[in-house]
């Protein structure tokens, strides 16, 4: 129980942080579509900024991190602090050249970069140079950011949350002062947004070393690739960085298929998954970051029936919060989409059009969160390959559906192909994870998913009528802002008030961790 009480408090702590950046993140997004629209150099930024934030989500946030936490947990058990520091130490200094090469490599040859990321550039000879241009200006956020996703990684393990998951504020709040203050004093307006870009990855990695420092890490001058450690770290690197890069292929394929459907499809499939993540990201990777630190706990002390009552409570909460966010969501995304985006150019069909890929986006929300949940299990036993595997034949899967549907539902097939890949995702890992561990409480979560259901389901019928009896696309921003709101609180009270008279045990939990703290 203690082991629970704590995984909330640290998931509540990055849940929060994840909540505020994703309102900066929205502020971001306006900011840019006002400066800038959908413009040329708007075409060039963003293909720009993909280079070094997929590296990023590759070599930094991801790989890295996911094959660290478990190998140093595993270290400070066994080994004590000292050996735990000196590893780290090590593979600082490791990143740092590695960072600096790959950093490097973008820089120089940043013409034959942009021409493999976007070939169509190369006959517009203006666009092709400013993309040119910017991705040298970011070429360094990848040598920050990586670093800062280290240090990220080592206060995460430390059962540091807070701090870390605000990072990405400043990411945001740069780049939106880049684009008043440094834009308009630009020949180039454009390039104050790349700049923004890149102080936000310094910052990022300056307001994180203190803290690091503050628990133990020191610099060294030690340069060891055949440290045990180092190696076993590269080891388990090897199949997340496989499993990452098919997840950004899978999104090129979409990308790729969505440009054969009729124009404006690339946007609503974007618009409908910004919104899916939204609760993705604020519950399911916020309670998958600090998971994976007690998981790994627990797995080097050999205590693998506590972890396996750890990971079956993470699955019944992230439900909890999920079922009922998948109701809601169907039932309220016109709503959502007219109230948030339709004004300006965003007109009523492209509405439609986003509420549809938010629908079949929605029903894949419970896999997603799923597996943001379970493939740490898999990290924490320090196995990165069965997670990369399953992840491959969810692409070919992907990509099969994909042309299966797209057909007959044309984007909303693209979406509805995602989320059935995301099932067949999160049905393997649960089985190859129940050949591992054994018993993983599938019992007790099903009689929990059959009770938030009910729930959910009750909540989805009031929301319902309230949708229909109150909400009109045609009135007032204001009311629209005011009904959508109702709708939402009204289902929250709803599905809490049944789970109260049901006893629902994560919503005890909630409870009282609500009046602890």
């Not at 505020?20 to 040329?40: E, H, Q, Y």
């Not at 070919?396 to 995602?418: Q, S, Y």
Request: hydrophobic share 55%; charged share 15%; glycine share 8%.
């Amino acid at each position: 129980m203690e082991n629970n009480k704590n995984l909330g408090k640290a998931a509540g702590a990055v849940s929060g942080m994840t909540l505020l950046s994703r309102i900066f993140g929205f502020l971001r997004d306006m900011v840019i579509a006002m400066a800038f629209g959908s413009s040329a150099s708007a075409d060039a930024f963003f293909v720009a900024f993909r280079i070094p934030n997929m590296q990023r989500r590759i070599l930094g946030e991801g790989a890295v991190n996911a094959a660290f936490i478990p190998v140093f947990t595993e270290t400070l058990t066994q080994k004590g602090e000292s050996a735990a520091w000196k590893m780290t130490a090590n593979l600082f200094n490791i990143l740092f050249i590695t960072l600096s090469l790959v950093s490097l490599f973008i820089l120089i040859f940043s013409p034959a970069v942009i021409t493999v990321f976007a070939p169509g550039f190369i006959d517009e000879p203006g666009k092709f140079e400013l993309t040119v241009k910017l991705t040298r200006w970011m070429a360094p956020y990848l040598f920050f950011i990586g670093l800062a996703a280290f240090c990220m990684g080592i206060l995460n393990t430390l059962k540091v949350f807070a701090l870390p998951a605000a990072t990405p504020i400043l990411q945001n709040v740069s780049m939106v002062l880049s684009v008043i203050i440094i834009a308009p004093f630009m020949d180039e307006p454009i390039l104050g947004l790349a700049i923004g870009v890149l102080v936000g990855g310094v910052l990022q990695l300056l307001i994180q070393l203190p803290a690091v420092f503050k628990k133990g890490f020191r610099f060294k001058k030690s340069l060891d690739f055949k440290q045990e450690e180092v190696i076993k770290i590269a080891k388990l690197m090897g199949p997340i960085i496989l499993g990452l890069a098919v997840y950004e292929i899978n999104i090129m394929i979409d990308t790729l298929l969505a440009s054969l459907l009729p124009g404006g499809s690339i946007s609503y499939l974007y618009y409908g998954n910004r919104l899916v993540q939204l609760p993705l990201g604020i519950f399911a990777v916020a309670l998958g970051v600090a998971l994976l630190p007690t998981l790994s706990g627990q797995a080097a002390r050999g205590d693998l029936k506590e972890l396996v009552q750890t990971l079956s409570f993470s699955i019944r909460l992230i439900l909890f919060i999920t079922i009922p966010a998948t109701v809601g969501l169907i039932i309220l995304r016109e709503p959502i989409v007219n109230t948030l985006w339709e004004r300006g150019e965003f007109l009523a069909s492209t509405t439609d059009g986003t509420a549809i890929a938010l629908l079949y986006y929605s029903i894949g929300l419970c896999a997603y969160s799923g597996i943001k949940i379970i493939a740490p299990a898999f990290y924490s036993l320090q196995d990165t390959k069965t997670p990369a595997k399953i992840g491959i034949y969810s692409m070919v899967l992907n990509t099969i559906l994909n042309l299966i549907l797209m057909g007959p539902l044309k984007h909303g097939g693209l979406a509805l192909a995602t989320s059935l890949a995301a099932l067949f995702n999160v049905a393997l890992l649960i089985h190859f994870l129940r050949k591992r561990l054994g018993l993983i409480g599938g019992r007790k979560i099903l009689r929990s998913t059959l009770k938030m259901s009910s729930a959910a389901i009750a909540m989805g019928v009031i929301t319902y009528f309230c949708r229909e009896s109150f909400f009109h696309a045609s009135d007032p921003f204001s009311i629209r802002l005011f009904v959508l709101t109702a709708c939402i609180s009204t289902g929250i009270l709803v599905y809490a008030l049944i789970a109260h008279l049901t006893k629902n045990e994560e919503w005890r939990f909630l409870l009282d961790m609500r009046k602890n703290k």
